[in-house]
């Protein structure tokens, strides 16, 4: 198992911008916040000048990250942007339209750090590494190219990315570089009990009702192999919860036995879906969501749809899964 060596030229541009915008993806999950924050705490120690720019706000469960209260959150730019800034640096992002923000942030030049499969190769400078456990490690990885040391409060976001992305060190991408970047994140600081805290520890009420409301939604399909389940706006509304509340639920059905895909509705405001996947082994459900216009990773991926028809949207989505399950075999 090898992994992509960091291009010299992403080194020098990060070396000689002196301002930063960082983004990532919408409806940001651990890896996006837990990279962002760790490289914007790497930039600043540097003597950078450095903002966190997410169109969405972070799921309650990440605010207790150091440094989280300082993201720019929305559609409005920062101030002085873009001509303050030198250097925009899009993580753990496959497409610059998944930002949510592509039209403001294609102004400035861009550097591309991602994990994922299909990743469109946008930006000035490309780091892909789909062998990388999260983008979090290539963030611990591009500190040590700068030959910058990294404190505890770093080395605990970077931490949670590998936890978050891994599922705890459960799923396939739970390799020999994401055990020894834990490892080696420890020997820096990292405290795996207090990061386990931030994230299984301290759940919002919000999160319990809404797990409740789903799993009434639950359904299995192709004997058994096939699991799905929805959150309605409504659920939303009764559990008083936010879209980022939803972070992990989807983890029970999957934890089914006999469960080998899981697909989970999420309706959005104004009727659209978002769609996410999860699976085990060799059920490719990246395949799936780029069949739908998405992407991620072999055993975790999605997509969004404005189809508002929900039982229609469930049925193309059962035949994709039904189909890769099958060639699992």
């Given at each position: 198992?090898?992994?992509?060596?960091?291009?010299?030229?992403?080194?020098?541009?990060?070396?000689?911008?002196?301002?930063?915008?960082?983004?990532?993806?919408?409806?940001?999950?651990?890896?996006?916040?837990?990279?962002?924050?760790?490289?914007?705490?790497?930039?600043?120690?540097?003597?950078?000048?450095?903002?966190?720019?997410?169109?969405?706000?972070?799921?309650?469960?990440?605010?207790?990250?150091?440094?989280?209260?300082?993201?720019?959150?929305?559609?409005?730019?920062?101030?002085?942007?873009?001509?303050?800034?030198?250097?925009?640096?899009?993580?753990?992002?496959?497409?610059?339209?998944?930002?949510?923000?592509?039209?403001?942030?294609?102004?400035?030049?861009?550097?591309?750090?991602?994990?994922?499969?299909?990743?469109?190769?946008?930006?000035?400078?490309?780091?892909?590494?789909?062998?990388?456990?999260?983008?979090?490690?290539?963030?611990?990885?591009?500190?040590?190219?700068?030959?910058?040391?990294?404190?505890?409060?770093?080395?605990?976001?970077?931490?949670?990315?590998?936890?978050?992305?891994?599922?705890?060190?459960?799923?396939?991408?739970?390799?020999?570089?994401?055990?020894?970047?834990?490892?080696?994140?420890?020997?820096?600081?990292?405290?795996?009990?207090?990061?386990?805290?931030?994230?299984?520890?301290?759940?919002?009420?919000?999160?319990?009702?809404?797990?409740?409301?789903?799993?009434?939604?639950?359904?299995?399909?192709?004997?058994?192999?096939?699991?799905?389940?929805?959150?309605?706006?409504?659920?939303?509304?009764?559990?008083?919860?936010?879209?980022?509340?939803?972070?992990?639920?989807?983890?029970?059905?999957?934890?089914?036995?006999?469960?080998?895909?899981?697909?989970?509705?999420?309706?959005?405001?104004?009727?659209?879906?978002?769609?996410?996947?999860?699976?085990?082994?060799?059920?490719?459900?990246?395949?799936?969501?780029?069949?739908?216009g998405g992407g991620g990773h072999q055993n975790a991926a999605g997509f969004s749809s404005d189809q508002t028809d929900g039982p229609t949207l469930l049925a193309e989505t059962l035949r994709a899964l039904v189909e890769v399950v099958e060639q699992a075999r």
């Amino acid at each position: 198992m090898t992994t992509q060596a960091i291009p010299e030229q992403l080194l020098e541009r990060i070396r000689s911008a002196q301002r930063f915008v960082l983004s990532s993806h919408v409806n940001p999950d651990g890896d996006a916040i837990g990279s962002g924050l760790g490289l914007a705490r790497i930039l600043r120690q540097m003597g950078k000048e450095v903002t966190v720019w997410n169109r969405d706000p972070m799921p309650g469960v990440y605010r207790p990250l150091p440094d989280s209260a300082k993201v720019h959150v929305g559609e409005t730019p920062p101030d002085g942007f873009p001509e303050s800034f030198d250097l925009g640096i899009i993580l753990e992002c496959p497409g610059l339209a998944r930002t949510g923000l592509q039209d403001a942030l294609q102004q400035l030049p861009l550097l591309n750090i991602d994990h994922h499969l299909g990743n469109d190769a946008y930006g000035e400078v490309v780091w892909v590494d789909t062998e990388a456990p999260a983008v979090g490690e290539m963030v611990f990885r591009l500190a040590k190219g700068l030959q910058h040391p990294i404190d505890s409060e770093t080395a605990n976001a970077l931490y949670l990315t590998l936890v978050t992305d891994t599922g705890g060190f459960r799923f396939a991408n739970a390799n020999a570089i994401a055990f020894e970047a834990a490892a080696d994140l420890v020997r820096q600081g990292a405290a795996p009990e207090v990061v386990s805290h931030w994230l299984f520890e301290s759940q919002p009420l919000a999160n319990l009702v809404l797990l409740g409301d789903m799993l009434q939604t639950l359904q299995l399909h192709h004997d058994g192999r096939i699991a799905s389940a929805w959150l309605r706006q409504d659920m939303f509304a009764r559990a008083n919860a936010q879209s980022g509340d939803a972070e992990g639920l989807i983890d029970y059905p999957r934890s089914i036995a006999g469960v080998s895909a899981v697909a989970l509705f999420k309706q959005l405001e104004g009727g659209d879906h978002k769609v996410s996947l999860r699976s085990r082994g060799d059920i490719d459900v990246e395949r799936v969501a780029r069949s739908f216009g998405g992407g991620g990773h072999q055993n975790a991926a999605g997509f969004s749809s404005d189809q508002t028809d929900g039982p229609t949207l469930l049925a193309e989505t059962l035949r994709a899964l039904v189909e890769v399950v099958e060639q699992a075999r």
